[in-house]
């Protein structure tokens, strides 16, 4: 199974500071078809998650401009550019261009 | 408005099987897919397998191959997940998603399904 390693796993933020977690994959996720097969998605306490971006930097309707994503081949990023206090949860990656999908550890976001 | 909404809370014996139901409303069932996620309790998530909702074509992670099976129902838009040969370790919520690569993602609620003696 493809490995996600997400960093860091804890993440303390100062309320409109930014923000930045990493997602590395242990092969590259380019897909034969040529799509990279690979998503961003929060989950907040006691709710069910949520996703942010798919196919690496495309945002889900409904999702504030502030959250970006990017990467290619086995390295990927999720950017929050002021961190709101709604943004406090769980943000995971997961990968789906390999069998079986993989989900990263979970990095969870916290307000300092 | 797309609703996603997941059976209730289960209670199971060991060796016991469990069934959770996924109805979508407002939601376009066939040419789509339904995907089961868990999450044990303060642990991260495990995807499961999927189902295609028009051929009902499904793929399972390995790890589930022999005890998973994913159904549907499209006269009543619900998608179905049955587990069985249960231990204490499948004690977790269960959720069902639509399409993941793209278009739009819809989770239920989850359904918490505990494995006890």
């Known amino acids: 199974d493809v490995v996600m390693t997400q960093s860091p796993l804890s993440l303390p933020v100062t309320l409109g500071q930014p923000a930045s977690i990493s997602c590395r994959s242990g092969q590259s996720l380019v897909h034969s078809d040529g799509n990279t097969y690979f998503n961003w998605f929060q989950q907040r306490p006691g709710q069910s998650p949520r996703r942010l971006i798919y196919r690496v930097s495309n945002r889900d309707s409904g999702v504030p401009d502030r959250f970006s994503g990017s990467g290619s081949g086995t390295d990927f990023t999720l950017k929050i550019s002021r961190v709101e206090a709604e943004d406090v949860g769980v943000y995971y990656c997961?990968?789906?261009?390999?069998?079986?999908?993989?989900f990263g550890q979970g990095t969870r976001l916290e307000i300092k | 408005q797309v609703q996603v909404v997941q059976s209730g809370t289960e209670v199971k014996e060991p060796g016991a099987s469990v069934k959770v139901s996924c109805k979508a409303s407002?939601?376009?069932?066939?040419?789509?897919?339904i995907h089961w996620v868990r999450q044990a309790p303060g642990q991260g998530l495990e995807w499961m397998g999927w189902i295609n909702l028009n051929s009902g074509d499904t793929n399972y992670a390995q790890k589930f191959q022999g005890r998973v099976t994913m159904t549907r129902d499209t006269s009543v838009s619900t998608a179905y997940m049955e587990l069985s040969r249960l231990t204490s370790d499948d004690t977790a919520v269960y959720y069902c998603?639509?399409?993941?690569?793209?278009?739009?993602?819809?989770w239920g609620q989850g359904t918490l399904v505990t494995v006890s003696s």
């Open positions: 998603a639509t399409t993941f690569w793209g278009g739009s993602n819809y």
């Open positions: 997961v990968q789906g261009t390999h069998w079986p999908y993989t």
């Open positions: 407002g939601y376009t069932f066939s040419g789509n897919y």
